[in-house]
T-cell receptor, first 116, second 113 residues
Framework: SQTIHQWPATLVQPVGSPLSLECTVEGTSNPNLYWYRQAAGRGLQLLFYSVGIGQISSEVPQNLSASRPQDRQFILSSKKLLLSDSGFYLC???????????????FGNGTRLTVT | KNQVEQSPQSLIILEGKNCTLQCNYTVSPFSNLRWYKQDTGRGPVSLTIMTFSENTKSNGRYTATLDADTKQSSLHITASQLSDSASYICVVSAEDSNYQLIWGAGTKLIIKP
């Protein structure tokens, strides 16, 4: 069965510090991978998605970046965190071998990031 | 503008009672509609995915309905349990969006014993 791992679960970082959040998927190959951010009382906001190694699409211009160094590894990074980067970050995967329109997203348990 | 609106924003019911959550959308062209359950501090979990031709879809005690003409969906929970306490999120996919899903803000459901 497929599983998705996301860490750390919580993180407190000072403004201006770097960030690295990691997500790995097991039990599937060539998944679509996604990074979302969820603000309190708001819908999920898509930050990045990837359809393959080294292929990253950005949905929202910001000081965050993403990389996919391996097929089932997705990393969210920042060189200098802002207060506005605080939020709940979620990694997800979807099966590319089924038509995406009918394929559910499978989420990790998220990282609660607080920038102080 | 593609939007998904959910109501009510929050709901408190007693254990064992039924409830219905609403979702209205203005997404075009429509591809599919999804309902997710999100426990506090966890990632969302898919409950149902409904395409244009599906009017009703069940997953255990959860039943989703879709009216593509009025662009409305509902999620009915039968015989609620304490474990149903969560946020329920309606998500609509536009056919030409490929990877973009339009997410509602969710309904926070609290089940009281």
């Amino acid at each position: 069965s497929q599983t998705i791992h996301q860490w750390p679960a919580t993180l407190v970082q000072p403004v201006g510090s770097p960030l690295s959040l990691e997500c790995t998927v097991e039990g599937t190959s060539n998944p679509n991978l996604y990074w979302y951010r969820q603000a309190a009382g708001r819908g999920l906001q898509l930050l990045f998605y990837s359809v393959g190694i080294g292929q990253i699409s950005s949905e929202v211009p910001q000081n965050l970046s993403a990389s996919r160094p391996q097929d089932r590894q997705f990393i969210l990074s920042s060189k200098k965190l802002l207060l506005s980067d605080s939020g709940f970050y979620l990694c997800a995967w979807a099966d590319t071998y089924r038509a995406f329109y009918n394929s559910p997203l499978h989420f990790g348990n998220g990282t609660r990031l607080t920038v102080t | 503008k593609n939007q998904v609106e959910q109501s009510p924003q929050s709901l408190i019911i007693l254990e064992g009672k039924n409830c219905t959550l609403q979702c209205n959308y203005t997404v075009s062209p429509f591809s599919n509609l999804r309902w997710y359950k999100q426990d506090t501090g966890r990632g969302p979990v898919s409950l149902t995915i409904m395409t244009f031709s599906e009017n009703t879809k069940s997953n255990g005690r959860y039943t989703a309905t879709l009216d593509a003409d009025t662009k409305q969906s509902s999620l009915h929970i039968t015989a609620s349990q304490l474990s149903d306490s969560a946020s329920y999120i309606c998500v609509v996919s536009a056919e030409d969006s490929n990877y973009q899903l339009i997410w509602g803000a969710g309904t926070k459901l609290i089940i009281k014993p």
